[in-house]
């Protein structure tokens, strides 16, 4: 199948970067001699979203969808390689505060950074969908649960201090999904951490031999930051590491928007602000806004004011006088408009320039009242 859509950000505009002919059909899985005259190459392009700029294989189809139920791929043996492990480990228990904590990591394999994470004061538990590969963290002590990590694992939400997962992000087609369920399952403020092989690397050295059919993605810093956030996660940290092969990524959760506070007030400031002004002009007071910024003329839209309950809007700039504001359709004045036609209210939606409005309005003696929209619609006349 090939891939007609960004598996990061869904984008279609998918730019080719390379073809390579004769490709191993995967790098996992060594030959017995009565294997051979079954093995073939294949061939594989390099594609790059024109969005999110994430490096991925051009066809998702040369992964097939059992690849991981029964495959190895063991670094443990590298006295280098463990002590980096190590040294990561140390680290994020230390720095993040995860001792005696528990840690789930995705894709545990032979248990090696599961091993290390309870050394220094955590507690784990490995997720591997290869029994053949998870047997060896089972050896280690490493409680191992052999499925694919995904929601529907039976994780009490909001439970776990820390997911972790190495060497996994590069070969998953569905990374939006893992990331969903890490932070289903992970404590309010709870810690994430992805490591991925670095293709900042790969492309400064020209390395065309870090691209086979194992590695579904290609991330670099950009891209991994992007997988991240979109998924309501906020970045703590993002380095290079082990002579600059990798890349880590280290997180928090965060609420997404649609249930933040966010959504929550929008409602209660519109009825706050509509109330207010409803008010002032129940009153028989004459009200103006200073601003024609997008936050002013946003405002007035929504909250569905016109001409009729808004006399003027005031703008310095000289390009906008004489128009009008979309939406409500108010004209726009300079600030001259308030010496020869006074009002009662002036309203400052231009936030980011008020002790200059208000400099300006103490010249010209400004009689009324004076009201700021942040954070609600709120009377400051005794600033001046």
Not at 100 to 129: M, R, S, W
Not at 325 to 344: A, L, N, W
Request: with cysteine; glycine share 4%.
């Amino acid at each position: 199948m090939k891939n007609h859509k960004c598996i990061l950000c869904e984008c279609e505009n998918l730019v080719t970067i390379l073809k390579i002919d004769g490709a191993p059909i995967n790098i996992q899985k060594l030959l017995k001699k009565n294997e051979l005259e079954e093995d073939h190459k294949i061939n594989l392009s390099l594609v790059r979203c024109t969005a999110c700029n994430l490096y991925q294989l051009g066809d998702l189809s040369v992964v097939p969808e059992d690849y991981y139920e029964d495959y190895i791929m063991t670094t443990s043996f590298s006295k280098q390689i463990n002590l980096y492990i190590e040294e990561l480990a140390k680290t994020l228990i230390e720095k993040y505060d995860l001792n005696k904590k528990i840690i789930y990591e995705i894709g545990c394999g032979d248990g090696i950074f599961c091993e290390y994470l309870n050394k220094h004061g955590a507690q784990t538990v490995g997720i591997e969908p290869s029994a053949a590969f998870g047997k060896f963290a089972e050896e280690k002590g490493i409680t191992v649960v052999y499925e694919y990590f995904t929601e529907n694992l039976s994780i009490p939400k909001n439970s776990v201090d820390a997911i972790v997962s190495r060497a996994v992000f590069e070969h998953l087609k569905n990374p939006n999904e893992v990331l969903k369920a890490m932070h289903k399952f992970l404590r309010e403020d709870g810690i994430g951490l992805i490591e991925v092989p670095s293709f900042e690397k790969a492309i400064k050295f020209d390395r065309y031999y870090d691209i086979f059919a194992d590695h579904v993605a290609y991330y670099t810093k950009e891209s991994l930051v992007h997988l991240v956030t979109r998924n309501n996660f906020k970045v703590l940290d993002i380095f290079d590491s082990y002579n600059n092969e990798f890349l880590v990524i280290i997180f928090k959760k965060t609420a997404p928007l649609e249930e933040s506070r966010f959504k929550s007030e929008f409602d209660i400031y519109k009825e706050d602000f509509n109330t207010k002004v409803r008010n002032l002009i129940s009153e028989n007071k004459s009200i103006s806004m200073w601003g024609a910024g997008g936050k002013g003329l946003a405002l007035l839209s929504m909250c569905d004011f016109d001409s009729k309950s808004i006399k003027y809007i005031i703008d310095s700039d000289t390009k906008k006088i004489g128009k009008y504001s979309p939406g409500s359709h108010i004209e726009i004045f300079s600030p001259e408009k308030i010496k020869s036609d006074q009002t009662d209210v002036i309203i400052l939606s231009a936030m980011a320039y008020e002790k200059e409005i208000l400099k300006h309005l103490e010249d010209i003696n400004f009689k009324g009242e004076i009201y700021v929209i942040s954070p609600r619609l709120t009377k400051i006349r005794g600033r001046i």
